[in-house]
């Protein structure tokens, strides 16, 4: 009896795993036929509502967390009205003119995160018009797109994606002591650099959540490449089979630019000249290249370094993507360069192209 007695205090005294009620009425729902409730971290359709032009959508029921979701127009996510976190609270929306939703009543949390979506609407919108334009400009050119017009585009993408980034990076500052700033993280891929969601979740309340187990796990691979991170040191052979380490040519006083390739790969030679202009420009300044091929034949690898020009140091196990370099920084897509500074520390990783000339001249000029 005392035993049972024992049990059952323990057991009234465990904690219980709250359930979050959800209560989300859609007003205006225009031409939509049916809404999804999705879940962003698990990635699943919580409920889904039929509905017609003079209905009001309304999601009811009960989820095991506090969790975000969004209302989308299709299973898959892909038409997204509105992100919301899922918090107990009533949530009142009105579907606008644009197919967006806009929120009517709801938690301070939601309000919150309704602001941070809408300061985010003028870099879409910007990325939505260089996409349109970009699809123009293919379909009128083909493939021989004009030098000076696909730099443009170039340029306006990437610098309306750091505009992008710079303002996510706002909306996760001002909302660190809650949940609002996960849905960016699971988004990093597209607007935060790996680097700063390490730093960010150092620190964060929600770091744990199961949703973000990938990202950590990102994070843990690609801190070889991360700025700040010491040479990952390696031996590896160059074209005569004679094995060099990196250390010989990494730490010595110049900056290097760590550049992985093959002979196979399309992107990698469409990127050389840019890099071939980077060394005749730069080198006596103090910039050195090492490549890295993920080539598996000898052959191919000295014909891909003989037409496409390169002098710099050259190395490759001739192990492809079982390369000891490839593992060691996690090397998941080529072309990929890692720019290393004099005292042998990452600068910074994946740049190419206009990025990497931009970043080259603020160092060497």
């Not at 049972?4 to 979050?20: D, E, F, G, H, S």
């Not at 205006?28 to 698990?42: F, H, Q």
């Not at 993408?157 to 002591?177: C, G, H």
């Not at 991170?229 to 730490?251: F, Q, V, W």
Request: proline residues 4%; charged residues 25%; glycine residues 6%.
């Amino acid at each position: 009896m005392k035993t049972a007695l024992i049990i059952l205090a323990i057991l009234a005294t465990a904690p219980i795993r709250a359930q979050i009620a959800y209560d989300i009425a859609i007003r205006n729902c225009g031409e939509a036929e049916k809404l999804y409730l999705i879940s962003v971290e698990e990635r699943r359709v919580i409920d889904s509502v039929e509905v017609s032009r003079t209905e009001t959508a309304h999601f009811k029921g009960i989820t095991k967390e506090m969790t975000i979701a969004v209302v989308a127009g299709d299973k898959q996510g892909r038409h997204t009205l509105c992100p919301l976190v899922l918090d107990g609270f009533p949530l009142r929306l009105s579907m606008e003119e644009d197919g967006h939703a806009t929120l009517k009543k709801g938690s301070q949390l939601n309000a919150r995160f309704c602001l941070a979506e809408a300061s985010m609407v003028p870099y879409n919108r910007e990325y939505e018009k260089i996409s349109s334009e970009a699809a123009s400009v293919v379909r009128q050119y083909g493939r021989q797109i004009p030098d000076t017009l696909r730099k443009r585009l170039s340029q306006a993408y990437d610098l309306n994606e750091e505009a992008y980034s710079k303002q996510a990076k706002r909306v996760m500052a001002s909302n660190k002591p809650n949940i609002i700033p996960t849905y960016y993280l699971l988004g990093w891929r597209h607007e935060l650099d790996i680097a700063y969601c390490r730093d960010y979740m150092n620190g964060y309340l929600y770091k744990d959540r199961k949703s973000l187990s990938p990202l950590r796990e990102k994070i843990k691979k690609e801190t070889p490449k991360m700025p700040g991170a010491p040479l990952t040191d390696l031996t590896i052979n160059d074209m005569k089979g004679n094995p060099h380490t990196l250390s010989e040519y990494i730490g010595k006083g110049s900056y290097v630019l760590l550049d992985f390739w093959a002979s196979w790969c399309k992107p990698c030679r469409q990127e050389i000249p840019a890099l071939i202009r980077a060394y005749q420009k730069y080198h006596e300044k103090g910039l050195d290249i090492v490549s890295i091929s993920l080539d598996e034949m000898a052959q191919d690898w000295a014909k891909g370094i003989k037409d496409t020009g390169m002098t710099w140091t050259q190395l490759s196990d001739l192990r492809g993507w079982r390369s000891v370099a490839a593992g060691a920084y996690n090397i998941q897509s080529i072309p990929t360069a890692i720019l290393f500074n004099p005292q042998g520390f990452v600068v910074t990783s994946n740049l190419r192209g206009e990025k990497l000339a931009r970043k080259l001249e603020e160092i060497f000029q």
